[in-house]
């Protein structure tokens, strides 16, 4: 398998839960040092890895890597994109070289892993897919509009490639995630790194079309369908609140 955004965070974690599991693990990330450390833990594991160190913004080096990862393994069975960049503030005061990055990362990247590894699922004949968004992406809220356009542009990208791969025996999921912490905290708001590698682990075991990790999410996304308007109302007064602690 393959994971970007290996190097720390949700990413880390779920490149540790699969190995765990025994999976033979590709790393990509920015970053040559802690992507090392994660390799280390990895191996700790009893399982095969391997660092790549780039940029997914750079089609080149996505490219190359694919193909070294598949000179190294001969396959590719999943495909988590993990990696992800975040701004906050209001829409109007958006610098567009911060936002055009997000998309980069937050968009760009993940399709672009997406063409260099689905031509060796299809001649597979199977595959998974595993898009990390984030609840953003279904609703936006104040101060994070930049960074919820750019989630719910792989949202949609991901809706469409589940169709266009119908029937090729490539399954795959989006994964919208809500709060997340290191350590062991889960609750309704707030769910940890490691709590929802788990989650999303066990969706690749048994493949589902989408996750919504933390309750608080899932409560979000159901009532802004029914709702909107309500929900307008409460994400205002939360971010009022916010703003006056």
């Known amino acids: 398998m393959v994971v970007t955004g290996a190097s720390r965070g949700l990413g880390r974690q779920i490149a540790l839960a699969c190995a765990g599991r025994g999976a033979r693990v590709g790393l990509l990330a ?17 399982s095969d890895a391997r660092a790549w160190p780039m940029d997914v913004r750079d089609a080149a080096a996505v490219r190359a890597t694919v193909d070294e990862v598949i000179a190294r393994w001969g396959r ?9 960049a975040k701004i906050e503030g209001p829409v109007e ?13 937050n968009c760009l990247g993940p399709m672009t892993l997406c063409q260099a590894v ?4 299809r001649r597979q004949g199977c595959g998974h897919v595993v898009n990390v968004s984030s609840v953003l992406g279904k609703r936006a809220t104040p101060m994070r509009g930049a960074y ?3 989630k719910a542009a792989l949202n949609a990208l991901t809706d469409a490639l589940r169709t266009e791969v119908r029937g ?3 399954r795959v999921t989006l994964v ?11 609750g309704l708001l707030v769910s ?3 709590g929802a590698a788990e989650r999303i682990v066990r969706c690749i075991e048994r493949p589902s079309r989408e996750v919504v990790l933390t309750a608080a999410a899932r409560v979000l996304v159901g009532l802004n369908v029914l709702m909107p308007g309500v929900v307008d109302w409460i994400v205002t007064r939360w971010r009022t609140g916010e703003e006056r602690s």
């Open 30 to 46: 920015r970053s040559a040092e802690p992507l090392q450390e994660v390799a280390a833990a990895v191996a700790a594991l009893g």
């Open 176 to 186: 919208c995630s809500g709060r997340l912490a290191p350590g062991s905290t889960n």
């Open 76 to 84: 590719i069975d999943v495909l988590v994109n993990a990696a992800g």
């Open 192 to 194: 940890s790194e490691q």
């Open 93 to 105: 005061q958006a610098d567009p070289d911060d936002v055009r990055r997000l998309f980069e990362v």
């Open 148 to 150: 919820a356009a750019s």
């Open 118 to 121: 689905l031509p060796h699922m």
């Open 168 to 170: 090729t025996g490539i």
